[in-house]
């Protein structure tokens, strides 16, 4: 009786076959073209999503409010802490904060999902254009 893999050796060929095609269709031009699709929609992203919030700090002794404002879509990429009064202003500049955080985890995200969806929008047009031609 002979014992046949499961499908790991086709499931790594056909990998390994998807790999070279991409590599043969695919150009600098057009990796270039998905990086700048993908900046393009990381601001859109970043324009088009806003969502308020307001936390709660203790500073001298008494709950004080800050408004942030996360901005980004699907995930949140940076957040701007928005002082509307003195003694937020105050908190701001004893804590060491800056007004803007950049959520790097979000941020990275996004990224790698944009260039994921760039990547096959451009990979897709340039083997359409191939078969048209």
């Not at 937020?88 to 990224?111: C, D, P, Q, R, S």
Request: a positive charge; one cysteine or more.
């Amino acid at each position: 009786m002979e014992i046949k893999p499961k499908g790991g050796l086709r499931t790594r060929t056909e990998f390994t076959r998807a790999l070279r095609d991409i590599a043969d269709c695919m150009q600098t031009k057009q990796f270039v073209a998905a990086f700048v699709v993908t900046f393009v929609l990381l601001i859109v992203s970043f324009i088009s999503y806003t969502r308020f919030t307001e936390t709660s700090i203790m500073w001298a002794g008494q709950a004080r409010i800050i408004h942030i404002s996360y901005h980004g879509y699907p995930l949140e990429m940076i957040g701007i802490y928005s002082p509307l009064g003195n003694d937020e202003m105050l908190y701001m500049a004893y804590a060491g904060e800056g007004t803007i955080k950049v959520l790097w985890g979000g941020l990275a995200l996004n990224f790698a999902l944009f260039f994921a969806a760039s990547f096959f929008l451009v990979y897709l047009i340039v083997r359409v254009r191939e078969r048209i031609e």
